[in-house]
T-cell receptor, first 110, second 119 residues
Framework: SQQGEEDPQALSIQEGENATMNCSYKTSINNLQWYRQNSGRGLVHLILIRSNEREKHSGRLRVTLDTSKKSSSLLITASRAADTASYFCATDAADDKIIFGKGTRLHILP | NAGVTQTPKFQVLKTGQSMTLQCAQDMNHNSMYWYRQDPGMGLRLIYYSASEGTTDKGEVPNGYNVSRLNKREFSLRLESAAPSQTSVYFC??????????????????FGPGTRLTVL
């Protein structure tokens, strides 16, 4: 079963707007990661937030983590056409596994 | 520094044929992973190896075998391919040591993928 579940499944916004996607998970974690996947390519790591952190920034990315609600959000500010991709959250689980969600497909409209 | 490489990039098999997907990393990483990605299903972990000489099952191991040949290489074998194994396969690696999560070690680095079709 999936540890992380992203929401929404798909999102279309105008270029320049902010995009927010969410991830919920089931069990306690050490950290949560966000990855991006461009069509037909491998995943690329964006940002990692540890369980004792509440917010983290990297360029136009802002990630929050609420361990009491077992949820995280990824905010992309001032979106660009190049941000069109699928975004996945990943959580560490027992036995050294890293489990990915099903992803959010983000489409930036010109 | 090539990162994570996978061969082949594309493969078409007939039902019942066997093949091995190769993966290698040049980052001296401890952990390596094999995932499959199907439309609408995200990535599902097939097998992983937390250190050289060890392998463990992931979510969907049936129909697959793996071999951690050395620290660099982690291969995935389909002994008797089935149409249900049509998918895109990704290999990944991380610096994570078995049972220990440190800052920066959990980041996974992915290969470009192998697109497999089983007829």
């Amino acid at each position: 079963s999936q540890q992380g579940e992203e929401d929404p499944q798909a999102l279309s916004i105008q270029e320049g707007e902010n995009a927010t996607m969410n991830c919920s998970y089931k069990t306690s974690i050490n950290n949560l990661q966000w990855y991006r996947q461009n069509s037909g390519r491998g995943l690329v790591h964006l940002i990692l937030i540890r369980s004792n952190e509440r917010e983290k920034h990297s360029g136009r990315l802002r990630v929050t983590l609420d361990t009491s609600k077992k949820s995280s959000s990824l905010l992309i500010t001032a979106s660009r056409a190049a941000d069109t991709a699928s975004y996945f959250c990943a959580t560490d689980a027992a036995d050294d596994k890293i489990i990915f969600g099903k992803g959010t497909r983000l489409h930036i409209l010109p | 520094n090539a990162g994570v490489t996978q061969t082949p990039k594309f493969q078409v098999l007939k039902t019942g044929q066997s093949m091995t997907l190769q993966c290698a990393q040049d980052m001296n990483h401890n952990s390596m992973y094999w995932y499959r990605q199907d439309p609408g299903m995200g990535l599902r972990l097939i097998y992983y190896s937390a250190s050289e000489g060890t392998t463990d099952k992931g979510e969907v191991p049936n129909g697959y075998n793996v071999s951690r040949l050395n620290k660099r290489e982690f291969s995935l074998r389909l002994e008797s391919a089935a149409p249900s194994q049509t998918s895109v396969y990704f290999c990944a690696s991380s610096a994570r040591s078995s049972g220990r999560s440190f800052v920066g070690t959990d980041t996974q680095y992915f290969g470009p993928g192998t697109r497999l079709t089983v007829l």
